[in-house]
């Protein structure tokens, strides 16, 4: 979706209402977030700085602006100096560095705490206006998935260092390039069945497996460049997510729908997945230590298992995409366009020669 500037209030001039030569640093911004809102930046007529670790790897950001409008700068989340620089005469800063599973090499208290907290000091330091934090839904300091500890431990630091930030919250993702439908869709590519997870007997009410409502990647980036654009949302903490819960085997059906896989959805106990997630993830941590050796990323971690397993929906407590003047786009009407990936060659074809014969 589209949203236009919004106003700054009056006698506030800490938003950065008037976006002609404004600039912006994004951390993260060659990812699947990132990408969507470099460009929805750029259409409203902000200078964007990304800074990424690897350049070579984010000029694809580039086409997103008119020529010179995006411009890509080196920048470590662990490296003080590289962040001053990257924030040096921005106007604003948005985050949005984050890891789904843990390394040897970055773990989620360096990337989702003192990254945070190094780019909220940084941009504190110089002098910038505004701050959007990107954090997740579900952060919580007593949560048994530490990503989601380490994301509230990381929200606490950003308003330490840069206390009128707004944190963002969104739920699960779901985009062209998503990891969540595009997975399952891949799933039921690959296997005979797609299966989920529960704690339930599946076919008892309740046994569809955890509840999720996933926001669309252009409401999240609509309401990240609304929450750097008007100073009403100073000092927030905002939850997105989208206008409808499912549970896991709702989300099986929408992936069976439209890949044309007709596949068995079969709901699992937990530790199906629990214990080939550990076993994987000892064996992981005795080949990162043999340095050459470069890793895909895990299928499922034990913490991914642990997040799973609590789902993810809105609190209700807080404020979400309505409070930016976003109307929640479903998953039905954006999913269709990017999961027919996944569907039977033949199928694809039968459906473009009937579109064909009318
Ligand atoms: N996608 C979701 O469903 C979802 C849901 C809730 C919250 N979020 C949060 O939203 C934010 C963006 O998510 P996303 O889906 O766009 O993630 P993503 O596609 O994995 O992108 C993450 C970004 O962070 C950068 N990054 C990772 N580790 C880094 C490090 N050590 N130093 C510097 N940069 C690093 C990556 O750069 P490289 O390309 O160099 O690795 C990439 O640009 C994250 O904070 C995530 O936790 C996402």
Known sequence: MSLKALPEK???TSGCGDMADKLITIFGGSGFVGRHLVRTLASQGW???????DIRKAHFLKPAGDLGQIALVPASISDP?????????AD?????????YESRKRTFETVHEKGAELVARAAMSAGVRRLVHVSALGANANSPSSYARSKAAGERAVATAFPSATIIRPSVVFGPEDGFFNRFGSIAQKLPVLPFFTDTIPHLPGGGGPKFQPVYVGDVAAAITAAVSDPHHLGKTYELVGPRVYDMRDIMQIVNRETMRNRAIVGLPYLAAEIPARIFG?????VEKIPPVSLRAPFLTPDQVALLR????????LPGLEAFGITPTAAEVVVPTYLKRFRPIQQT???????RNG
Do not use: C, M, W, Y
Request: glycine residues 10%; aromatic residues 2%; positive net charge.
């Open 81 to 89: 100096a590289s962040i001053a620089a990257a924030v040096e005469g």
């Open 310 to 317: 609590l789902g993810n929906v809105a609190s209700g407590t």
């Open 282 to 286: 000892f064996i992981r941590t005795l």
């Open 92 to 100: 604003a800063v948005i985050s949005l560095v984050g890891i789904l």
């Open 47 to 53: 200078r964007v700085r990304v800074a990424v670790r």
């Open 10 to 12: 009056d006698g506030d």
């Open 349 to 355: 074809k039968r459906l473009r020669l009937q579109h």
